[in-house]
């Protein structure tokens, strides 16, 4: 499956984005979809994935202020992101798992200024 990120942009520091992944393919067929960040000279690390039966599960770091929605009807996941801090500036990126095969999109910058 094919991934396409968009939303990304830059924002004030207690403001919010949504961010979008949208599929080539039918979400339903995949076993998750999820986000990930990496910030500048950091590893890249986990954010928030949906299963392909709804459930959720976030990072400490995100918990009560991400939130990671799905429409099928477009084949498309979200990150709604509230109350940014400074220290969720990164590039995010969605992937896919399906059939044991990772599937990630090309990243989209988010920058939270002070």
């Known amino acids: 499956v094919q991934l396409q990120a968009s939303g990304g942009g830059l924002v004030q520091a207690g403001g919010s984005l949504r961010l979008s992944c949208a599929a080539s393919g039918s979400i339903n067929s995949l076993n998750y979809m999820g986000w990930y960040r990496q910030a500048p000279g950091k590893q890249r690390e986990f954010v928030a994935l949906m299963s392909n039966m709804g459930s959720t599960i976030y990072a400490d770091s995100v918990r009560g202020r991400f939130t990671v929605s799905r429409d099928n009807a477009i084949d498309t996941i979200y990150l709604q992101m509230h109350s940014l801090k400074v220290e969720d500036t990164a590039v995010y990126y969605c992937?896919?798992?399906?059939?044991?095969?990772?599937?990630w999109g090309q990243g989209t910058q988010v920058t939270v200024s002070s």
């Open positions: 992937n896919a798992a399906q059939s044991g095969r990772i599937s």
